[in-house]
């Protein structure tokens, strides 16, 4: 996974390459505490079962399938109160409705907008989507505000290289957000802090990944990124960052790494406990709250517990644990589409 850092077009690279994908991630946790939320943009949905069943054998692809990113664009809208999912939405779109330009993604009825106010970035989002399992329509206009822009801390394009063909820019890790959502006839409206990432890659992200588990904290002292992945043939990559308010203030690529592995009903081998440490920080991130747990990634609010600089810091954050060559399990597929509306 490429650490990129330097700046890049707000739209989708409509990557032609078979297998490729691209996302743009939003999260939030309510200042009560009590909703959070998930948005995602994908120009190329990773877990399509149509996708994955013609690039299940990459790197050869059954002739006349050569499908590729801007052949699955989808949208994905996840509020929750505490553990339980009030909205859970993952919608595929015909190719024919992604378009774009520098400043706008559009998909379907759902648009992806970025301005820049006195040199603050922010995102504007109008959601439009409706559930095929419950019957569950939903409006919503979301507001997002960088605080810290983690480009303005680094001068090189890369942070560092860990493998050639993905990418991740976790560009904006701290935001504020405003959302008000409509669903069916129930309003809310919500505040809090977020986080916002991309991720693109030119292969399936099955390619070489064993597993992948990443997560996110804030707090009024410190945040942190954590980022895990297991290849296949390569080394593992692990890295930190850590920044307050104003910017980076620390990233790490050696520290100590202990795991305690448990399944889930799918047989899903995921990191139950996690504790880091090295001269500057530890923390434990304890993954029982899920609040989507599937065949092949679950999604938590984790509970994280940190020292830091002489304080004892708890909280709740977001992480995911992602088991990408189960993509390529066919038998598991129906389980996945049960989620996913076309």
Same mark, same amino acid.
């Given at each position: 996974?490429?650490?990129?850092?330097?700046?890049?077009?707000?739209?989708?690279?409509?990557l032609?390459?078979? #297998?490729?994908?691209?996302?743009?991630?939003?999260?939030?946790?309510? !200042?009560c505490?009590?909703?959070? &939320?998930?948005?995602? %943009?994908?120009?190329g949905?990773?877990?399509?079962?149509?996708y994955n069943?013609? $690039?299940?054998?990459?790197?050869?692809? /059954?002739?006349g399938?050569?499908?590729s990113?801007?052949?699955?664009?989808?949208?994905?809208?996840?509020?929750?109160?505490?553990?339980?999912?009030?909205?859970?939405?993952?919608? =595929?779109?015909?190719?024919?409705? &992604?378009?774009g330009?520098n400043?706008?993604?559009?998909?379907?009825? +759902?648009?992806?907008?970025?301005?820049?106010?006195?040199? =603050?970035?922010?995102?504007?989002?109008?959601?439009n989507?409706?559930?095929?399992?419950?019957k569950?329509?939903?409006?919503?206009?979301?507001?997002?505000?960088?605080?810290?822009?983690?480009?303005?801390?680094?001068?090189?394009?890369y942070?560092?290289?860990?493998?050639?063909?993905?990418?991740w820019?976790?560009?904006?890790p701290?935001?504020?957000?405003?959302?008000?959502?409509?669903? !069916?006839?129930?309003?809310? +409206? $919500?505040?809090?802090? #977020?986080y916002?990432?991309?991720n693109?890659?030119?292969i399936?992200?099955?390619?070489?990944?064993?597993?992948?588990?990443? #997560?996110?904290?804030?707090?009024?002292?410190?945040?942190?990124?954590?980022?895990?992945?297991?290849?296949?043939?390569?080394e593992?990559?692990r890295?930190?960052? &850590?920044?307050?308010?104003?910017?980076?203030?620390g990233?790490?690529?050696?520290?100590?790494?202990?795991?305690?592995?448990?399944?889930?009903?799918?047989?899903?081998?995921y *990191?139950?406990?996690?504790?880091?440490?090295?001269?500057?920080?530890?923390?434990?991130?304890?993954?029982?709250?899920?609040?989507?747990?599937g /065949?092949? @990634?679950?999604?938590?609010?984790?509970? %994280?517990?940190?020292?830091?600089?002489?304080?004892?810091?708890?909280?709740?954050?977001?992480?995911? @644990?992602?088991?990408?060559?189960?993509?390529?399990?066919?038998?598991?597929?129906? *389980? =996945?589409?049960?989620?996913?509306?076309?």
């Amino acid at each position: 996974m490429n650490i990129i850092t330097s700046e890049f077009n707000f739209n989708f690279r409509y990557l032609n390459e078979p #297998g490729s994908y691209e996302w743009i991630y939003f999260d939030m946790i309510s !200042d009560c505490g009590n909703y959070s &939320l998930v948005v995602i %943009f994908y120009c190329g949905f990773p877990f399509s079962s149509r996708y994955n069943k013609t $690039i299940r054998k990459y790197p050869q692809i /059954p002739p006349g399938l050569n499908l590729s990113a801007p052949d699955f664009p989808a949208v994905s809208f996840c509020l929750y109160k505490g553990k339980k999912r009030i909205v859970n939405i993952h919608r =595929i779109f015909p190719k024919e409705k &992604l378009s774009g330009n520098n400043n706008e993604i559009h998909i379907g009825d +759902n648009i992806l907008k970025t301005i820049s106010e006195n040199g =603050i970035n922010k995102y504007l989002l109008n959601i439009n989507l409706s559930s095929s399992y419950r019957k569950t329509k939903l409006t919503s206009k979301i507001e997002i505000t960088e605080v810290v822009n983690i480009l303005k801390s680094r001068d090189s394009e890369y942070i560092t290289e860990f493998d050639e063909k993905h990418f991740w820019s976790p560009r904006s890790p701290l935001t504020d957000v405003k959302m008000k959502i409509k669903i !069916d006839n129930e309003e809310i +409206n $919500i505040k809090g802090k #977020g986080y916002s990432d991309r991720n693109y890659g030119i292969i399936p992200i099955f390619h070489n990944i064993k597993e992948w588990f990443w #997560g996110r904290f804030h707090s009024e002292t410190v945040n942190l990124i954590y980022y895990h992945i297991n290849y296949i043939n390569n080394e593992p990559m692990r890295v930190l960052f &850590l920044y307050d308010n104003k910017g980076l203030t620390g990233f790490f690529v050696q520290f100590d790494e202990n795991f305690l592995k448990k399944k889930n009903y799918f047989l899903l081998n995921y *990191f139950k406990e996690i504790k880091v440490s090295n001269e500057f920080i530890s923390f434990k991130i304890f993954n029982s709250e899920k609040v989507d747990n599937g /065949p092949f @990634y679950i999604r938590f609010l984790s509970d %994280f517990s940190i020292n830091h600089k002489g304080n004892s810091i708890k909280g709740k954050g977001f992480s995911e @644990y992602i088991s990408p060559q189960r993509l390529r399990w066919l038998f598991l597929h129906p *389980f =996945i589409n049960v989620k996913i509306k076309s």
